[in-house]
């Protein structure tokens, strides 16, 4: 304890690098693969289609068969039988021999061609063509589509309904991916009460909560939402190894008042160890990080935009590796729509709504819940800037 | 049956815009609301903060009484008791009195400012104070952040974790959303198999089941996927008849064959009545449209990129208008990357991937997986255009 004090936020980015979480991998059925996150590159298990596969009704044939086949003197091949969808043909085609075929089917051995039925004649067993065909037409070649053996999707892959339909037609019933970071939610505060309960006088309702416990879901995270702490040390305690218990990591959001720091702090002194303790940036100074039993706990700051940006800078990217997906770009470049002003020798972090080409700086203090609800993201301002000015361009980076 | 004949498409929009569905409303609890669409407007029931909130740990004053301090001649108010966050305080402050107070705190009656603790001397009971204080000074105003009444959030918004924590704040334990719509989803074919169910000769994998169920999923629907039907009149009934009971919509893709077609026409015909046969669209030409107890039965092509270009023109905006969302907006403007060609009286829809500004043509005919897998949507060729030119102006449909 005696040796921290604020740190920059790189040397907490990474400190929480080094924190020993391992992305981990599970398999879940096909049907429940939608929005999860590949954790394994696809190769194709199989030819697709996994057979010489007719795309049209007709006739398969041998094409040399029909080549001096005309107008006028048509070329007569013989019936030999019928090949519907789904069919395992036993037929092999000889010399002047044709099937009747169906779209989907595979095609019998020896045949390379389909003609339509709307371009050929029947007479009882015997097929009149009139025209040559050419090998492979009405044919898709088995893995014309895709070769087996060919990478399809890769490690880190969302997957869209498009790429769990790609699984359907590879035959995956199973699908490996990451594991979900199971995370715990506490919010805290005397006077911070949750919706659904009576407000009380001095009593304002929960936002954080809420707040992070969603973000951490469309993240792809699963987040546990414990409820709110009383300021209080058995009170904190108490959720705090509930949250080490089921999940992955913790995350408390600290009510107004600082003393919700402190008992954190001397929570996870007592149980593990503190490893960030306040970080040079505004907001974010009261934020606190440390480890206990190998689990994060972050202690993030009360107002909501604060605790939103604090989690967007620290915990998304941790959670961002711990289901495959660092490499995800949440940031985008923007113009400033006005001028503001910062204070020198801080660096601050302040909430833009994106309207077009332009970022417009949402200035109602931190302690408002709407700025953050209006806001996308945030710009940085470095602390040997005192002044912005409009039309300056500005790196945005989105909430969580 | 008799005088149904290929129509328009916009004939086809006309007559699933007159189904006798209407989007339904439930409320859930705000914990299972991410994701949702708002079935109502949502204006503010409380003002937030609640009540004049101390932004800072100090003082509550009368600003009145501190307008006369100075360096040289500070004020001395007497410290008549404290109020903590979470607090309902019963004190009121008379004339040269003031109350300890922290962050979060709600002020006394007669207090109008909070002097924070750094700029004021201690001595026993009384603050010593050295510049004057403006009323509202370290004070957040009762409804300033969001005043009572006010509309924050508008029917058919998707939810996100902003949406969700500003509905915390709010203090709404439910929300009205709209219900998902149903949807039973089916497969048809005697090839086609489901992922796990090992491949015999002249079998592929479903691939239609999967993709329509995951794009209702991502829609914002529920789908109910009902397997694979044979392409026999009974294992399709039946299947149509489960999806009827359990769900407000089936959904069914043809096999390859043009059989299932036929089928499932009959099998309308017989249950209800046949809406649309056929659209003159390519693809697109098989699709089946019926209604059955005043559910829609909708019968799209087989083709993985024909089903799924069907399923975007026809069945999304439908489910679009249950959940609440018609005015999303799913189409962008591009230019096309290099010229395609189609045929004249025909109007075709072909799939294309998006690379910055650029639609490039997919054009690997409508049999493969890989062209919708590697398509972002599609783009129109009217009936009088045989050659879109590189560099065209094109509007893409995202898929689903």
Redesign the interface.
């Known amino acids: 304890m005696a040796f921290l004090k604020v740190v920059p936020l790189e040397k907490a980015l990474e400190v929480i690098d080094s924190f020993p979480l391992e992305p981990k991998v599970e398999r879940v059925p ?2 429940e693969a ?1 929005g999860r996150v590949l954790a394994e590159d696809i190769a194709s298990p ?1 030819d ?4 010489d ?1 007719a ?1 049209v ?1 007709g006739y398969a044939v041998r094409a040399e068969d029909t080549f001096m086949a005309s107008e006028s003197e048509p070329v007569r091949l013989k019936v030999i039988g019928e090949i ?6 036993e037929i092999e085609l000889g010399p002047g021999e044709a099937v009747y075929i ?5 095609l019998p051995k020896g045949a390379d061609a389909v003609i339509q039925f709307e371009d050929v004649d029947r007479e009882g067993n015997e097929v009149i063509i009139y025209k040559p065909a050419y090998p492979s037409l009405g044919v ?1 070649k088995a893995g ?3 070769l087996k053996g060919k990478l399809l999707l890769t490690k880190g892959t969302r997957l ?15 699908v490996p991916v990451f594991r979900k970071p199971k995370v715990a939610v506490i919010s805290t ?4 009460v ?4 009576g ?13 992070i ?3 951490v ?2 993240l792809g995270g699963e987040a546990v ?1 414990l409820g709110i702490a009383k ?1 209080d040390c058995e009170s904190l305690k108490a959720l705090i190894e509930k949250g080490l218990e089921c999940c992955d990591l913790v995350l408390l959001s600290g ?5 919700v720091r402190d008992l954190t702090n001397s929570i996870i002194e007592e149980l593990g160890e503190v490893k960030i303790h306040g970080i040079a940036i505004q907001p974010g100074k009261p934020t606190v990080i440390g480890l206990i039993d190998g689990k994060p706990v972050f202690g993030l700051p ?1 107002y ?1 935009t604060s605790c939103l940006t604090n989690f967007t800078l620290l915990v998304a990217p941790l959670l961002r590796r711990l289901i495959g997906r660092e490499s995800e770009v949440r940031r985008v470049r923007k113009r400033l729509a006005h001028k503001v002003f910062s204070v020198k020798g801080r660096r601050q972090f302040l909430p833009v709504r994106i309207e077009g080409d332009k970022a417009v700086p949402i200035l ?1 203090g931190s ?4 700025s ?2 209006e806001a996308d993201g945030f710009i940085e301002v470095p602390e040997t800037v005192e002044i912005l000015e409009a039309g300056e361009d500005v790196g945005v980076t989105f ?2």
């Open positions: 096909l049907e939608l199989i697709v289609p996994p057979f596969r795309t009704d519907n969808a789904g069919d395992s043909p169906s779209t989907g089917a595979p898709m014309a589509d895709i869209s309904f498009k790429e769990t339909a790609l699984l359907s037609a590879l035959g995956m019933a199973e505060g005397n006077e911070v949750l919706p659904g309960e407000l009380k006088s001095g009593q304002i309702y929960d936002i954080n909560g809420r707040a416990a969603d973000a879901r469309e939402f300021d009510g107004a008042s600082g003393g009360g909501p109602k302690g408002a819940v709407t953050f609800v909430f969580a």
